[in-house]
């Protein structure tokens, strides 16, 4: 596919070689966030309400929309820069949609793998403040 001919081309012009690392995600990781995985697990552990752990670690901003730290300051700005640098290579990217004009879709320069790793971080605290929702992320 052309999304495959594209991350593999841009391979070599990879500027964080971190980002696309599975392994190395837990690197990318907010110490914040962390904690509150760990919180989770112990909860898991001493069979605490999951939903009851984690409101003390998100931000309710609006009715079901929550927020909290994901990523290190130092992984957003390399994640902004990976993307400026992407796009002066000239190779194509296909945007997220037709209002966007500067974005591009992560998983095609190659960052698929590492994705999936950062969602499978995030499902335990999906399902914690979305038990039916979350307990599948796509």
């Known amino acids: 596919s052309t999304a495959t001919q ?5 391979t070599p012009l990879r500027k964080h070689a971190t980002l696309f690392s599975p392994a190395r995600v837990d690197e990318l990781l907010h110490p914040e966030f962390l904690a509150m995985l760990q919180s ?3 909860a898991d552990l ?9 409101k003390g670690w998100v931000t309710e901003e609006a009715a079901e ?10 992984a957003c700005d390399m994640l902004c820069d990976e993307v400026e640098h992407f ?5 194509p990217a296909r945007r997220p949609n037709s209002m966007n004009n500067y974005g591009i879709i992560l ?9 999936s790793v950062l969602q499978s971080s995030i499902a335990p605290v999906a399902r914690a403040l979305f038990p039916v929702e979350g307990q599948s992320l796509d």
Do not use: C, H, R
């Open 6 to 10: 594209v991350a593999e081309k841009y």
């Open 40 to 42: 989770l697990d112990a």
């Open 46 to 54: 001493m069979g605490t309400d999951p939903a009851a752990v984690i």
């Open 65 to 74: 929309i929550y927020s909290f730290p994901l990523l290190t300051e130092k």
């Open 87 to 91: 796009q002066t290579t000239g190779l």
């Open 107 to 115: 998983n095609e320069i190659g960052l698929k793998e590492a994705l």
